[in-house]
């Protein structure tokens, strides 16, 4: 999969006249609970030559490519990405963390690793993650059966939304990191479920785990209630930082 993915990017460079700056895994297996039959979710970043954003009309910033059974290819602008990174996008924030990483140019990751803390809004980075959590609590584990990759979905978001409540900080885009939150007496049931989800399909369901369950349903009501006093934090200069380092990178 590596040299499929590593020559997937090189023909796209050559396809769409563009250069690929950043490119890295955004899925379960950069979280770090894949199941063995989980696809590859590359995320990339890229630019096009100067000329491209000398015009009156912007085009488009996107690419999005038919997704297989292995691979789901996607891709943002340069300019785009930095104007999300400008409005704290949880996504970009979680690319840019990834603990696998398949190609970087001009040293773009660590350009761009001082700038995160203050261009991260904590209440933007709560109400993303809150978002996800409200279908963990209001769907995936709603009934007494329970997938088990949507049941792991939930809990890292609940734990990333607690990070940002309890620590008013970026949080880890991996599981690892996060569970240094989860109360002491659901670490084993945790463990078993890890275990269990590395050798299961992706459909794989569980009974509900009651007392993990009723945690999920109590990060969530935290989190809600946390919303309006966590404050929001952030650098003043981040555009200009960030207009900055477009430029440069264009050059």
Not at 2 to 31: F, K, M, N, P
Request: glycine content about 6%; some cysteine.
């Amino acid at each position: 999969m590596l040299t499929r993915i590593q020559t997937a990017l090189a023909e796209l460079e050559t396809a769409h006249g563009i250069r690929i700056l950043y490119a890295c895994e955004s899925g379960s297996r950069a979280w770090g609970f894949p199941s063995p039959d989980s696809d590859y979710d590359v995320r990339f970043i890229y630019c096009h030559p100067a000329d491209w954003y000398l015009t009156l009309d912007e085009g488009p910033d996107t690419l999005n490519f038919p997704v297989d059974d292995e691979l789901d290819l996607a891709g943002w602008e340069l300019r785009k990405t930095l104007r999300l990174l400008r409005a704290s996008n949880a996504s970009v924030f979680e690319w840019l963390q990834s603990p696998v990483v398949y190609h970087e140019a001009l040293d773009f990751r660590r350009r761009l690793a001082p700038l995160l803390p203050n261009a991260f809004n904590l209440k933007a980075g709560l109400h993303h993650y809150l978002g996800q959590l409200r279908r963990g609590v209001e769907e995936d584990v709603a009934g007494e059966q329970v997938r088990l990759k949507r049941l792991f979905y939930a809990l890292r978001s609940a734990l990333a939304a607690r990070w940002i409540r309890e620590r008013h900080a970026l949080p880890p885009m991996e599981f690892e990191p996060l569970r240094a939150l989860l109360p002491q007496a659901l670490t084993g049931e945790v463990d078993g479920l890890l275990l269990r989800k590395a050798t299961a399909d992706e459909k794989t369901v569980v009974a509900k785990p009651a007392a993990l369950a009723a945690f999920l349903q109590e990060e969530f009501a935290a989190g809600q209630a946390a919303r309006e006093s966590v404050p929001v934090a952030r650098g003043a200069a981040i555009g200009e930082e960030l207009n900055e380092l477009f430029r440069e990178l264009l050059k």
